[in-house]
């Protein structure tokens, strides 16, 4: 099969999402299958095929743009600026996917609502689609509605998002997703229909994983400190701001503790004063961007990631095989990946005492420490085979091909008569 799996964000900033597509393509691809990947670029200038390195920037596309979507001619897309800015992606986005061709794609797999509603628009009738959610969008935009992206028109963007999710979400042949929790959304609010959604966990490497924990940099534990860690994003829906207040807790009652935030984000530099203002300087350090992150995982004692939204992060699969116990919150998808006081512990999203009362009771118990992480590393080293999650997709690639020609010889049939 000739297979597209592309995203509406920009790679490589996607992160788990980007970690997935590579992956997923290089297991693919073992297999005997051709596959492209696509999505945004660098700051979004420009919309590429990575491994074909052919792309279109936006600079090209914007006059045109810019000239059709006035705001006399459509005001109501001015009135919020998320959304013209939303607006003008999704153009850009189909406008040069349809400059670089999906004619010779057997399958397209999109991997978020946004790429599969406009995928859903420009592809050939023959392709099928399917889809791979990794969160949900409308409900992050509206959590962001109320802080950094509030206004007077706040409402219509909410609207607009719902849609959006709806429309993306309704627009494949095979919608997947990686837990109960996000079906439930999916079908309780946005009203795609439960026979179209299959609840796929999504795989992992973890073979290429255990070889890369042993990859040493210069990084060194600090001696007589247990080491906590964070990885991910530094934005507001990671909760990491809730860490770094647990921690000024946890400091009043221990301090044989280090922890280490690895990632960068919007919110980096509001989380380095308030780990200033509450005295945690030499116990919170910020390594910003790295590409050891397996061999930080091997030197820590704890992993933490307490999102305030989340689906299935790739941090806490990563963080099992590892072999690490995990405090996350119930927040999402997270409590469907990580049982409590088996594989780690589930504090209240936003608890700052709950998820201080946990890293004191795992740091004081080294015994009950390690039973968790070992724990979650045998779980997670057979709940993330990446070989079943493959087998498991190309049968819905194979079974989507499959209906969709039907459907055309049906249509095809139809018109004869």
């Given at each position: 099969?000739?297979?597209?799996?592309?995203?509406?964000?920009?790679?490589?900033?996607?992160?788990?999402?980007?970690?997935y597509?590579?992956?997923?393509?290089?297991?693919?691809?073992?297999?005997?299958?051709?596959?492209?990947?696509?999505?945004?670029?660098?700051?979004?200038?420009?919309?590429?095929?990575?491994?074909?390195?052919?792309?279109?920037?936006?600079d090209?596309?914007?006059?045109?743009?810019n000239?059709?979507?006035?705001?006399?001619?459509?005001?109501?897309?001015?009135?919020?600026?998320?959304?013209?800015?939303?607006?003008?992606?999704?153009?850009?986005?189909?406008?040069?996917?349809?400059?670089?061709?999906?004619?010779?794609?057997?399958?397209?797999?999109?991997?978020?609502?946004?790429?599969?509603?406009c995928?859903?628009?420009?592809?050939?009738?023959?392709?099928?689609?399917?889809?791979?959610?990794?969160?949900?969008?409308?409900?992050?935009?509206?959590?962001?509605?109320?802080?950094?992206?509030?206004?007077?028109?706040s409402?219509?963007?909410?609207?607009?998002?719902?849609?959006?999710?709806?429309?993306?979400?309704?627009?494949?042949?095979?919608?997947?997703?990686?837990?109960?929790?996000?079906?439930?959304?999916?079908?309780?609010?946005?009203?795609?229909?439960?026979?179209?959604?299959?609840?796929?966990?999504?795989?992992?490497?973890?073979?290429?994983?255990?070889?890369?924990?042993?990859?040493?940099?210069?990084?060194r534990?600090?001696?007589?400190?247990?080491?906590?860690?964070?990885?991910?994003?530094?934005?507001?829906?990671?909760?990491?701001h809730?860490?770094?207040?647990?921690?000024?807790?946890?400091?009043?009652?221990?301090?044989d503790?280090?922890?280490?935030?690895?990632?960068?984000?919007?919110?980096?530099g509001?989380?380095?004063?308030?780990?200033?203002?509450?005295?945690?300087?030499?116990?919170?350090?910020?390594?910003?961007?790295?590409?050891?992150?397996?061999?930080?995982l091997?030197?820590?004692?704890?992993?933490?990631?307490p999102?305030?939204?989340?689906?299935?992060?790739?941090?806490?699969?990563?963080?099992?095989?590892?072999?690490?116990?995990?405090?996350?919150?119930?927040?999402g998808?997270?409590?469907?990946?990580?049982?409590?006081?088996?594989?780690g512990?589930?504090?209240?999203a936003?608890?700052?005492?709950?998820?201080?009362?946990?890293?004191?009771?795992?740091?004081?118990?080294?015994?009950?420490?390690?039973?968790?992480?070992?724990?979650?590393?045998?779980?997670?080293?057979?709940?993330?085979?990446?070989?079943?999650?493959?087998?498991?997709?190309?049968?819905?690639?194979?079974?989507?091909?499959?209906?969709?020609?039907?459907?055309?010889?049906?249509?095809?049939?139809?018109?004869?008569?």
């Amino acid at each position: 099969m000739k297979i597209l799996l592309a995203t509406y964000w920009s790679i490589p900033h996607v992160g788990g999402v980007w970690n997935y597509m590579q992956q997923l393509g290089k297991k693919l691809e073992e297999l005997g299958h051709e596959v492209d990947l696509l999505g945004y670029g660098d700051d979004n200038n420009y919309v590429h095929i990575v491994n074909e390195d052919r792309k279109i920037t936006k600079d090209k596309l914007l006059p045109l743009l810019n000239a059709k979507l006035t705001e006399q001619t459509y005001p109501a897309m001015h009135a919020n600026a998320l959304v013209q800015y939303t607006e003008i992606q999704r153009y850009v986005y189909e406008l040069s996917v349809a400059y670089l061709g999906l004619e010779k794609y057997d399958v397209i797999h999109t991997q978020d609502v946004i790429s599969t509603a406009c995928m859903e628009r420009i592809k050939p009738e023959r392709i099928p689609l399917v889809a791979t959610l990794h969160g949900c969008v409308a409900h992050e935009i509206r959590h962001q509605l109320t802080t950094i992206h509030q206004s007077p028109t706040s409402n219509m963007a909410k609207v607009y998002y719902d849609e959006l999710e709806r429309a993306g979400a309704t627009a494949a042949e095979v919608t997947i997703v990686a837990n109960n929790w996000l079906k439930n959304i999916l079908t309780n609010e946005f009203s795609v229909p439960d026979e179209q959604i299959k609840v796929l966990h999504y795989g992992f490497d973890t073979k290429s994983f255990l070889k890369k924990l042993k990859e040493k940099s210069s990084i060194r534990r600090p001696a007589n400190k247990k080491v906590i860690i964070f990885t991910g994003r530094l934005v507001e829906l990671k909760g990491v701001h809730h860490l770094i207040a647990a921690l000024g807790k946890l400091k009043e009652i221990r301090d044989d503790w280090v922890c280490w935030i690895v990632g960068t984000g919007d919110k980096q530099g509001e989380l380095r004063v308030q780990s200033k203002v509450l005295g945690l300087d030499e116990n919170v350090l910020f390594f910003g961007k790295r590409g050891d992150i397996p061999y930080l995982l091997s030197l820590a004692d704890i992993f933490v990631l307490p999102s305030l939204l989340d689906n299935q992060p790739l941090s806490v699969i990563e963080a099992q095989i590892a072999g690490l116990p995990v405090i996350v919150s119930d927040a999402g998808g997270l409590p469907e990946i990580v049982e409590h006081e088996v594989t780690g512990l589930i504090s209240p999203a936003g608890d700052e005492q709950a998820l201080c009362d946990h890293l004191e009771q795992l740091l004081k118990n080294e015994k009950y420490r390690k039973k968790l992480g070992s724990n979650a590393k045998k779980w997670g080293m057979t709940y993330w085979s990446i070989d079943k999650a493959v087998n498991h997709l190309i049968e819905l690639y194979q079974s989507a091909i499959a209906n969709k020609r039907k459907d055309d010889e049906n249509v095809s049939t139809e018109n004869i008569l």
